[in-house]
């Protein structure tokens, strides 16, 4: 699944856009079904998240249009000037021009991860409310590599759907090359299941609760990290308690696994 940032204006926004379900929008001639759109409208701000649901297809007079399914409205539009601040002009340079000259914008996870804790949605009218999960699994569990024998800080509180702290995006290789890709609760290596697509694909547990840390820490990969898999892992969070892979290992010798 790919990000893009779709700019408009906010008199089509509050024409077309503002109270729509389903609509069809200009696009990026890359857009994909099941692709995420932010939407940002001029002067307020990033004010919505919807989903593509079908690819981009050729239109005569905006080249490409793509139909879109309203996910959720934010309930405080992400202003041009905070991002501002998230972001140097090196880092997101297009939000530094206030995105002139765009109509769709191609956004990269790096930038969709910095993005996604200052988003605070309110759930889509007639909608049940998304299942949230009570640490971020998905955006920040494969980080950039990182040289053996260094110390790795941890810490800085942050929103991310429920109250996180910001992992350390550079201490999960050395975790993965120490301990292997197989998880650490049931044993399983993606790889062997799933063939090519699951070659070293493993998430990596923190095993301190980080939020009983207020503040920063040091951060030993080799001691404070295990690899798990993804329902392990989703598994281990899921009480109020975080379980121990210890904890989770002693349930599933109980149901007989």
């Given at each position: ?117 200052h988003l605070k949605g309110a759930k889509s009218p007639g909608t049940a409310a998304a299942v949230r999960p009570r640490s971020d699994l998905r955006g920040r569990l494969y980080p950039d590599e990182l ?92 009480p109020a308690k975080m379980l121990t892979p210890q904890q989770l290992r002693d349930k599933l010798k109980r149901a007989g696994k």
């Amino acid at each position: 699944m790919d990000t893009y940032l779709f700019v408009t204006t906010p008199k089509y926004w509050d024409r077309l856009g503002k109270q729509a379900k389903r609509v069809s929008w200009s696009c990026s001639k890359a857009t994909k079904k099941g692709d995420r759109i932010l939407m940002y409208v001029a002067t307020r701000g990033i004010v919505a998240q919807w989903f593509a649901t079908s690819d981009a297809k050729e239109h005569k007079r905006w080249n490409f249009m793509c139909d879109m399914k309203h996910n959720r409205t934010f309930r405080k539009a992400l202003e041009l000037s905070q991002i501002k601040k998230i972001f140097t002009k090196s880092q997101w340079g297009a939000a530094h021009q206030n995105f002139r000259g765009y109509q769709s914008i191609r956004v990269f996870e790096k930038v969709f991860a910095r993005l996604a804790p200052h988003l605070k949605g309110a759930k889509s009218p007639g909608t049940a409310a998304a299942v949230r999960p009570r640490s971020d699994l998905r955006g920040r569990l494969y980080p950039d590599e990182l040289e053996l024998n260094t110390k790795y800080v941890e810490g800085t509180s942050k929103q991310v759907l429920v109250n996180a702290y910001e992992r350390n995006a550079k201490a999960r290789k050395d975790c993965v090359r120490f301990h292997g890709a197989r998880c650490k609760v049931c044993k399983l290596v993606l790889q062997e299941m799933y063939g090519a697509v699951g070659k070293d694909f493993i998430h990596v547990h923190h095993l301190k609760p980080l939020a009983r840390n207020k503040g920063k820490y040091h951060l030993d990969p080799v001691k404070d990290l295990v690899p798990v898999c993804p329902n392990c892992h989703a598994m281990l969070h899921r009480p109020a308690k975080m379980l121990t892979p210890q904890q989770l290992r002693d349930k599933l010798k109980r149901a007989g696994k």
